[in-house]
């Protein structure tokens, strides 16, 4: 961890920081979600043999904005089609994480603060700052946006081009679409989409993000007028990349897909990293030692000792305050009668290296729940659909033949609350049967079922 | 020193409210405020990051993520120098501010000689506006565990030993208990990388599902002919030859992507009309097969001559569409079941000699990175 540290203080002086960075933080988050997810399985309960190493194809003409956006990222980081479009499914889900804020101004949708229930505030930077921003601006340079969604309510916005309803409708094609070729292009997109959002959410593991710290995305890091940042992002970048990021601590399950992001109960992931951790701008307030000292918070959560340890921090280096796990939640430090706070890099790669687990466990849950809708097919004289859990919607049955080509043989509409979903005669000819159900699970959740089973015996 | 362009400082110190001498000096100092300003956001042309590597192995002082990047791939057992292995670089582009997006990367791609040296030349001019974010180098060879100069691959922990100058690359031999989905996690992509890296992919896939892979042996020396066309011609390579003192982008052409048996590098002439570029498509089959190609070649492409002096057998071909002369040089290696087809604008290789000399150096470069008597893809 020594030798990690120095390495930052040997890059951060004059680094560049932003978001959890798209190619290498929430690419590998992705990465490790998929990873530990059951998307493997049910690629290859859909066909895909190869599960997560499948070669998926999107034909450049088919694609050109998407395919042209995957050309701006480094092949390095593995998230870059070949010529011909074709790269793994599992690189296509990367590829999602790393594009979601393409055009930057996505990015400004990838912040929620639980406690104002606001995204995205652009901080007043004062009048220098703001004039050499609107100069920039006026000169073709970055445009800060002054306000953003609210990510929670970004995932299933009109306006994202890798909202859910775009992964649905992507999920569904994957699986009816007649050739394989077609399939393989929507199971593309559908990943694509599936890792915008789980980017969307992972962005939520860093507090500023949801402490309404729109500030700390503007640290001045050395790297000339524009390279304005997250210090507390590029640290993590820094230290685990693309392919160091943790495997989930466990995988979280919710009914509600809002809900991996925030709850009433507050268990969402910007519920529970915004009362675990101060961000730069959000510490306890800089505060004149007396009898009773308790400096003022910004929020009620992460709370302070009831006793600080002032002793301790008239130190030359201060004293660290700690979370319950022990790990480092900021530095503080006595001098000249006042108590300060501050977040050095040890104290923010302690905090990246406790988040990131959790971060990968929501992702991974947030996949499985995406990908979560199984159906039961038996084939004998009749093929039967069943199914736990599924609401109203609709029940389409698909016969494929040996050479892949699949062909409906039928839809029919769903009421719920029953179990046995479908059931029809088995067709004479074919390699197997796919059953697809697109509708609500039984919390009223948006979802796609499929099952497959193979005609062999026969 | 990493920064590059005009040095900008900000003017902060100048925010001090107006005093009471009043409007003309607040009107002074506006005006220099807006001017400074006008500097700071004016004189962005392209930055670059403090390189997370050293200079030399030997020193304390960072590198420079522009480069140029040079070293020696050695085995890690018998420390006998590497050559023939695909040495990729890139850099990673970024712009704006606060809220950051990709802006694209330059790729370098090449092979190790027969000493296992690498050589990569700085990076070029940039775009306005344009960050340097990130330098990758991977080395691979096919039996050896992949190298990246950002991770190690046994804990996928930060890599501290790579250096810009004097690098040494260790590579390891690879293990049947090995993970290959972990290994093409590591590799990442590039379309040079993914042609050399997907026959691990059954494999890979095999792990998830809770299978043994297939236990191909994979020891050096036994791991079959692969090679891509980056390996076997560099912007060096031509240049040496035609003198061209211009920069060329390379990547693969894109009128046939690259498969497991057929892979292209175009070399851009920047700025330049198409005459001045290069390209070399290489098919990798059976030999039968290879001659099959070749034969199609020699009937496809106008002007042939056939000349039989490069390989077992080769020819010239000379193409003149609407005054824009195309040279071409063709051969077949039949024991390899190699085919080779090098064009060159008329500019670029002013006689068809010069296109010779370098499908040349590119079959000298073919013979030291596939053994003799190895068809491709197919291990021993």
């Known amino acids: ?191 694509v989409a599936a890792g915008a959002i789980l980017h969307v959410l992972g962005d939520l593991g860093a507090p500023s993000r949801v402490r309404g710290d729109s500030a700390a995305h503007f640290e001045p890091l050395g790297g000339g007028p524009d390279d304005l940042g997250s210090r507390f992002e590029r640290v993590a970048a820094l230290a685990f990349g693309r392919l160091g990021i943790p495997t989930p601590s466990r995988v979280i399950t919710r009914a509600h897909l809002r809900d991996y992001f925030s709850d009433a109960e507050g268990t969402g992931l910007a519920d529970v990293i915004s009362t675990s951790y101060f961000s730069p701008n959000t510490l306890p307030a800089t505060t004149r030692v007396g009898t009773n000292t308790h400096p003022r918070l910004a929020r009620p959560l992460p709370a302070l000792p009831s006793k600080l340890n002032l002793m301790a921090a008239t130190r030359d280096d201060g004293t660290t305050l700690r979370g319950p796990d022990g790990t480092c939640l900021a530095r503080y430090r006595v001098e000249h009668g006042v108590v300060s706070f501050h977040l050095d890099d040890d104290c923010m790669l302690e905090e990246v290296t406790a988040i990131l687990p959790e971060v990968s466990a929501y992702e991974t849950g947030l996949l499985d729940f995406l990908f979560r809708g199984e159906l039961t097919l038996t084939a004998g004289n009749e093929i039967v659909v069943a199914a736990k859990g599924l609401g109203a919607g609709t029940v389409e049955i698909f016969v494929e033949d040996q050479q892949g080509v699949r062909k409906s043989l039928g839809k029919t509409q769903v009421a719920g609350g029953s179990d046995q979903l479908a059931r029809m005669a088995t067709p004479d000819s074919g390699a197997r049967i796919i059953a697809l159900f697109q509708g609500t699970d039984a919390q009223g959740e948006p979802i796609v079922a499929v099952g497959a089973v193979a005609l062999t015996n026969r | 020193m990493n920064g590059v362009g005009p040095v900008c400082n900000g003017g902060s110190d100048l925010l001090r409210p107006a005093g009471p001498v009043g409007c003309k000096i607040a009107n002074v100092l506006g005006k220099l405020v807006v001017v400074l300003a006008l500097v700071q956001a004016a004189c962005v042309d392209s930055a670059i990051r403090t390189a997370p590597f050293r200079s030399r192995p030997d020193a304390a002082d960072p590198g420079s993520l522009r480069g140029p990047f040079e070293g020696r791939v050695l085995d890690a057992t018998t420390k006998t120098p590497i050559a023939g292995a695909l040495v990729y670089a890139a850099w990673t582009l970024e712009r704006g501010s606060a809220l950051v997006e990709p802006a694209g990367s330059r790729e370098v791609v090449g092979s190790t000689d027969a000493g296992g040296n690498y050589k990569i030349a700085a990076l070029g001019s940039l775009p306005r506006g344009v960050r340097v974010a990130d330098f990758t180098l991977l080395v691979y060879k096919r039996g050896y565990v992949a190298y990246r100069s950002d991770r190690r691959f046994h804990d996928l922990g930060p890599r501290m030993d790579f250096a810009q100058s004097s690098n040494q690359v260790l590579l390891e031999r690879w293990r049947n208990e090995l993970s290959h989905a972990r290994h093409l996690r590591f590799v990442g992509a590039g379309t040079a990388v993914a042609a050399l890296t997907q026959w691990e992919l059954a494999d890979a896939s095999a792990e998830l599902e809770g299978k043994r892979p297939s236990g191909e042996d994979l020891r050096p020396g036994h791991e079959g002919a692969y090679v891509v066309a980056a390996q076997l011609l560099t912007d060096t390579d031509i240049k040496a030859r035609t003198k061209y003192d211009g920069q060329f982008e390379t990547g693969p052409l894109s009128d046939e992507p690259d498969t497991a048996t057929y892979s292209s590098q175009h070399f851009k002439a920047l700025g330049r009309p198409e005459s001045w570029d290069v390209a070399i498509r290489v098919w990798r089959l059976e030999p039968a097969k290879a001659q099959e190609r070749y034969e199609e070649l020699l009937t496809q492409l106008p002007g042939v001559d056939e000349k039989d002096d490069i390989g077992s057998r080769s020819f010239v071909a000379v193409e003149n569409t609407q005054g824009n002369e195309i040279r071409g040089v063709g051969f077949l290696d039949g024991t390899r079941g190699i085919v080779v087809l090098l064009t060159c604008g008329a500019n670029q290789c002013t006689a068809i000699e010069d296109a010779s000399a370098i499908a040349q150096g590119v079959y000298a470069k073919l013979k030291q990175l596939v053994p003799a008597g190895v068809t491709p893809g197919v291990t021993k």
């Open chain 1, 1 to 191: 961890m020594k030798r990690i540290a120095a390495a930052l203080a040997l890059t951060l002086f004059a680094g560049t920081a932003h978001a959890w960075e798209a190619e290498t933080t929430q690419a590998g988050l992705a990465e490790q979600a998929a990873l530990s997810s059951k998307l493997h399985k049910r690629l290859v309960t859909l066909g895909f043999d190869g599960g997560l190493f499948e070669p998926l194809t999107v034909p450049p003409a088919d694609a050109p904005t998407l395919i042209e956006t995957l050309k701006l990222l480094s092949p390095t980081h593995g998230a870059v089609p070949d010529a011909r479009g074709r790269q793994t499914a599992l690189s296509w889900i990367a590829a999602g994480a790393s594009i979601a804020d393409v055009p930057a101004k996505l990015a400004a949708n990838h912040f929620y603060d639980p406690l104002t229930k606001r995204g995205w505030q652009r901080p007043d930077r004062g009048v220098l700052a703001g004039l050499s921003d609107s100069i920039r601006e006026s000169v073709g340079r970055a445009s800060v946006p002054a306000k953003g969604m609210p990510a929670i309510d970004w995932i299933t916005a009109k306006d994202n081009p890798f909202n859910v309803d775009g992964f649905i409708d992507q999920y569904v094609k994957a699986v009816s679409a007649a050739t394989p070729g077609e399939r393989s292009r929507h199971m593309a997109g559908a990943l």
